[in-house]
Every structure is written in structure tokens, then in C-alpha cells.
């Protein structure tokens, strides 16, 4: 069984590109023949280097998301019928669905932005529902924005986020030193755009005793609309500044590499993720990996990991962060939700998770 994954180059994309060669690389270590093509993220004819590859697979497994291939995800219409066409007629399309929207979202802007986006939604889910032979999401709260479209739940298999095994930490002193902090840090890290809610803990500042750390790339690779992102910065810092009172509001707005990434959560006592919306998280993953409690908000996503594991507390308004924060602080609540962050890597990182896809490949 040969497994042909499809992805985007890690120079164009991040999270996905990341996830995808972790996978085929737990892939390889269950003994499955797989091997990952990519293409250019928001760039749609650098996808046309891939298809005359896909001849000998048995199985062709595409990572979507909406706008992976650029305007407006309209290239998926053309994209899946090649893979037809160039693939041998034995192989199978399975695709993975990093996010799935639900016929009854609201999007912001006109009425005739949104009654465009829910027509586009509405045919693209359908189109992928057509030529896959089955369909991988991340949480089960995904389900029911999909089965709106009409898809089957017997053709839906959900496979959790692979977390990175065995990452190299630091001591909580050691990093706090080199990075310049002192006493309890919250961190929020990644991309700053507005669904990721860092101006829900900046307007709570001032109720919160320690330091609000927000570290993110300023450029976001993802995040193509520069004015947009732009924008939404210096909104934060200037929400940052009205209550900055207490001085435990602390910048660091610069591109990332790895080695700093992980002492950044090697220093944080706490991850922040005041998400709105239904969206699911690889800062999630990166928290599980470096085993570091999360405070999330009241979104389908971590409603779903809290079912099965303690490793985080709910906020249910913007108002519940400074006094949940307090709270698993705690010792003996900091304590447990240490060791579930342990018990769900331990049974969701890569090598458990390529085990789990061998069976499913082989099921198909």
C-alpha cells in the first residue's frame, strides 16, 4: 500500500505544511509507504507539478482547508478532477477537513458577502464529499457542520491533531531568565488576527497578576491581508497601552524560530486561547506537546477536548479569565491539569497516531 500525502510547502504555510510531515513521517515509522508532495500555499498552478506523481499511490490523501490554494478556494474545483485524471484508476482520494463551516455561519461584512461565501461553501463541500472516498476531521463538533452539506457520517473518520513527542524543554527558571520574565507568565503565541482574541485578555488586564505575554509573527504567513493584520496590531496595542496600568503586558512581535517557540512555552505557566468561533488549534497541540494547562475559551472545540480530558479550563465569557487563570493557578488544579496535558500526548502523539492511520488506510 503506497500513500501519496498532499500538502503546502512549509515556506508558504505553517501549521498544516508542519502537521502533514509529521504524519508522514509516523507513517513511515508504522511501516507505511508514504511519501508528501507540496505545493506553493495561495498559489494554484504550483499544484500542477504534483498530479504527473500520482500515478503508482493507492491512496491519495489531501490536506484541506478553504483558502489554501489562493482566491477564494475556487481552485479545489479544478483540483480534485485532476487528481482523477492523473492518478491511476485504483487509487482512492482521502481528505482531511482542518476546518469545516457549518451552513448556518455568520461571516462579517455584507449580506452579499455572506450569501457568496455560503453559495461557494455550499458547492465546494459537496465537490469534495463527490470525489473523496472518505473524509478525516480533527473534532467531532465538525461533524454536524458537515452532514448540513448533505455528507454522510458513516463516511467521516475523525482523527485528532498529531502532537510533536519528546520535544526539547527547558526548566521554567532557565527560560524565564534568558527571556527576561520574572514571576507567573500567560502566554498567547502564534497568529494575532482577530478570531485568536488577544484583545479579550488585553481588556482584562488589569484584573490579571502576572505577565500577559503575547508573542507572534507581525507578518503572518498565513494571513495574506498585510493592511488587515496590520491593523489589527496596532488595535491591540492600543488596548495594550490604555491598560497597561499594572505593567504586565509584554510585546514580542517578531518571526519565530524553533529553538525560541519552545522556550517560550517552556516559560509559560499557563497558555491563553481566547478563540471565538469553531475553529480548531495547533497552538493546542504545541501546549500538549510542552505540557503546559490551557485557559480556552467557550468555543465547540475545546468543549470537545474537555469531554475526555481535564487539561484545560472553559472560560464562558470574556469576563471568566482573569478569575479562571486565578484558579488553575492553584496548586493542586495547577497540578492535575498537568498531568492530563500528559495523558492526552501520551495517547494522541504521532507514533500512537500513525499506528491508528495504518488500520484506517488499510480499511479503505
Not at 479579550?200 to 488589569?206: Q, R
Not at 496600568?245 to 510585546?251: G, H, L, P, V
Amino acid at each position: 500500500m503506497k500513500i501519496a500525502m498532499i500538502a503546502p510547502e512549509y515556506g508558504s504555510e505553517k501549521a498544516i505544511a508542519f502537521y502533514s510531515k509529521n504524519l508522514v513521517d509516523a507513517l513511515k515509522k508504522s511501516k507505511i509507504s508514504a511519501d508528501l508532495f507540496t505545493y506553493t500555499a495561495g498559489k494554484p498552478f504550483s499544484f500542477l507539478k504534483i498530479l504527473g506523481n500520482l500515478k503508482d499511490y493507492d491512496i491519495v490523501h489531501v490536506q484541506h482547508e478553504y483558502n489554501l490554494l489562493g482566491n477564494y478556494g475556487i481552485p479545489f474545483f479544478i483540483v480534485f478532477p485532476l487528481i482523477k485524471v492523473f492518478k491511476s484508476r485504483k487509487a482512492k482520494i482521502v481528505t482531511t477537513m482542518h476546518t469545516a463551516i457549518s451552513t448556518k455561519e455568520k461571516f462579517l461584512g455584507s449580506k452579499i458577502k455572506n450569501i457568496l461565501r455560503k453559495t461557494l461553501y455550499f458547492f465546494q463541500n459537496r465537490w469534495i464529499n463527490f470525489f473523496s472516498e472518505k473524509i478525516i476531521l480533527h473534532q467531532n463538533f465538525f461533524v454536524e457542520a458537515l452532514k448540513g452539506y448533505g455528507i454522510q457520517e458513516k463516511k467521516i473518520n475523525i482523527f485528532p491533531q498529531g502532537i510533536l513527542e519528546n520535544i526539547k524543554l527547558i526548566s521554567k527558571t532557565k527560560a524565564k531568565k534568558e527571556l527576561n520574565l520574572k514571576g507567573k507568565v500567560y502566554l498567547i503565541i502564534g497568529s494575532l488576527h482577530r478570531d485568536h482574541g488577544a484583545d479579550i485578555i488585553l481588556n482584562n488586564a488589569e484584573k490579571i497578576n502576572g505577565t500577559i505575554l503575547i508573542a507572534g509573527n507581525p507578518n503572518a504567513v498565513n494571513d495574506r491581508n498585510v493592511t488587515k493584520m496590520k491593523n489589527w496590531l496596532d488595535y491591540l496595542k492600543g488596548i495594550a497601552k490604555k491598560n497597561n496600568s499594572k505593567q504586565n503586558i509584554r510585546f514580542d512581535l517578531k518571526k519565530i524560530p524553533n529553538e525560541l517557540w519552545w522556550k517560550y512555552f517552556s516559560a509559560a505557566n499557563l497558555i491563553l486561547q481566547p478563540y471565538r468561533g469553531s475553529i480548531g488549534s495547533g497552538i493546542f497541540t504545541d501546549a500538549m506537546a510542552s505540557q503546559t494547562p490551557i485557559i480556552g475559551s467557550n468555543v465547540p472545540f475545546f468543549r470537545g477536548i474537555l469531554e475526555n480530558y481535564k487539561c484545560l479550563m472553559i472560560s464562558k465569557n470574556d469576563l471568566e479569565f482573569p478569575k479562571n487563570i486565578k484558579q488553575a493557578m492553584i496548586s493542586s488544579n495547577y497540578k492535575s491539569m498537568k498531568e492530563e496535558c500528559k495523558r492526552y500526548l501520551k495517547e494522541n502523539g504521532y507514533t500512537p497516531l500513525g499506528k491508528r492511520y495504518k488500520e484506517f488506510y488499510s480499511s479503505i
